[in-house]
């Protein structure tokens, strides 16, 4: 969290945000300003549709040096549907069917404007659709020589933590230059998620009280009270749900930076990638394993599958 927030500030302060030392309050305060929302009209929401379908499509024109194996299937994205929203998520991916035949659906909630904020989107396309949830989910379902069960069966730590990680290889991919704004979202982001490691720790592990972990929430987050509340009090009830997302994603940059270290300029992201994705989602001390054989292999100049 001190890591995170001491980035924020210096890039607030770039921006020439007077109130940086306190990247939540600054946010909250961006978050009201009128140049950050598009308009709550149909026009509004068909724009907001729009550059959701534009940042996506950037981002797939950057992924040939990073990535050999992609999903066949493509990717929409639309809106959830009017009768669901008001009690659904901020958004949500849907993989396509197993034929081959519907896309996967990258569904943005746009019950109310002002809960979508410019500097977030790209982000947020990043963890749901392109390189996130849409190539993991997608890649796994596409994979026949893969057991029925081994397609779709989720693990936490694996799913979110690739969507975690494609947030942070958006910003490697070149995804936020010149986007100040954009770079902030990612940040507020991945402080959300970082947070979450304190409080699930802190009610699990130190004996926390429910009120001392809303305190500390409301202290480093920009979410709303009522949201701090819903969210603590999953995290009281789901034991380890929520470290899951960041534990994934450090252990993904984990074995990245280990294959880098052994291989040198052997190393290629698009290898590293596919050994991640072609075999589904796992638990991560397989995944670990996995990876390991794959560098050894490396090493020596044998082929693993």
Not at 75 to 98: H, N, Q
Not at 253 to 274: N, Y
Request: aromatic share 10%; glycine share 8%; charged share 30%.
């Amino acid at each position: 969290v001190e890591r995170i927030e001491a980035e924020m500030r210096v890039l607030l302060a770039a921006q020439g945000v007077l109130d940086s030392a306190n990247p939540t309050r600054a946010l909250n305060a961006l978050g009201a300003e009128e140049r950050f929302h598009f308009p709550d009209t149909d026009e509004g929401r068909e724009a907001c549709l729009a550059e959701y379908r534009r940042i996506l499509s950037d981002v797939e024109a950057r992924l040939e040096p990073w990535f050999s194996l992609k999903p066949k299937a493509k990717l929409e994205v639309k809106r959830i549907p009017e009768f669901r929203e008001k009690t659904s998520a901020g958004a949500y991916y849907m993989p396509g069917d197993m034929g081959g035949l519907r896309p996967g659906v990258f569904y943005a909630n746009l019950r109310d404007m002002r809960e979508v904020h410019r500097f977030g989107m790209k982000t947020l396309a990043y963890h749901e659709g392109i390189p996130g949830h849409h190539f993991q989910l997608s890649i796994a379902q596409e994979r026949r020589g893969l057991p029925l069960f081994r397609r779709f069966i989720p693990f936490t730590a694996y799913a979110e933590g690739w969507a975690m990680y494609s947030e942070l290889l958006a910003r490697e991919m070149g995804c936020y230059e010149g986007d100040p704004w954009g770079l902030l979202g990612s940040l507020d982001s991945e402080l959300f998620r970082a947070v979450r490691l304190v409080v699930d720790t802190g009610i699990h592990c130190k004996k926390w009280t429910r009120a001392q972990a809303i305190d500390y929430m409301r202290a480093h987050s920009a979410q709303e009270p009522e949201s701090v509340v819903s969210e603590i009090e999953r995290y009281i009830v789901m034991p380890g749900q929520a470290c899951a997302y960041k534990i994934g994603m450090l252990k993904l940059v984990e074995l990245r930076d280990r294959a880098r270290a052994a291989l040198g300029e052997r190393f290629d992201p698009r290898a590293f990638h596919d050994v991640v994705l072609r075999d589904g989602s796992m638990p991560l001390a397989i995944l670990e394993r996995q990876v390991d054989e794959w560098i050894d292999a490396a090493r020596t100049g044998k082929s693993v599958r």
